[in-house]
């Protein structure tokens, strides 16, 4: 089975076991390449929880806009793209985890932690998979 395949099939299997968040704003960071899969994938989940979904595909600054990978986004590029000190990301941020290494840090040295900070009060989730994530939120 193919990771894109997987993905969607993860997402199929936990919805039903997300919690109602009426009102709750979810913000989904990801690469270009994704950003079209994960878009109906996100009505379906406000649909689902009441919350209200924005999904944020980021442009690849660091590499180039050819990179549309989310595995090899910068920290700093999502942080552009959601301005964060400037723009309120929502309650929750879900960032996709493959973009962080084992010392939780972007490819471009940023750490998870400066992330966090930046977004807060939002809460700031590293995540493979966007329904499972919220399960445990």
Sequence with gaps: ???VRSFLNGFDENLPSVPHMPGRRVTMVTGERMGQVIAP?????????????RTVPVRNEYFGA???TA?????????????AGTRDAG??????AESLNDDMRFIDDVAFD?????????????????ASA???Q
Excluded: S
């Excluded at 309650?91 to 996709?96: A, E, F, S, Y």
């Excluded at 992330?115 to 966007?130: F, S």
């Design 41 to 53: 994938l996100a009505e379906r989940l406000g649909q689902a929880t009441g919350c209200v979904v």
């Design 114 to 130: 400066d992330v966090v900070t930046a977004l807060a009060p939002a809460r700031v989730i590293a995540a493979h998979e966007i």
């Design 134 to 136: 919220l399960v445990m």
């Design 71 to 83: 595995g090899l986004l910068a920290g700093m590029d999502m942080l552009d793209a959601l301005e």
């Design 91 to 96: 309650d929750v941020v879900l960032i996709p």
């Design 66 to 68: 050819t990179v549309t």
């Design 1 to 3: 089975m193919g990771a």
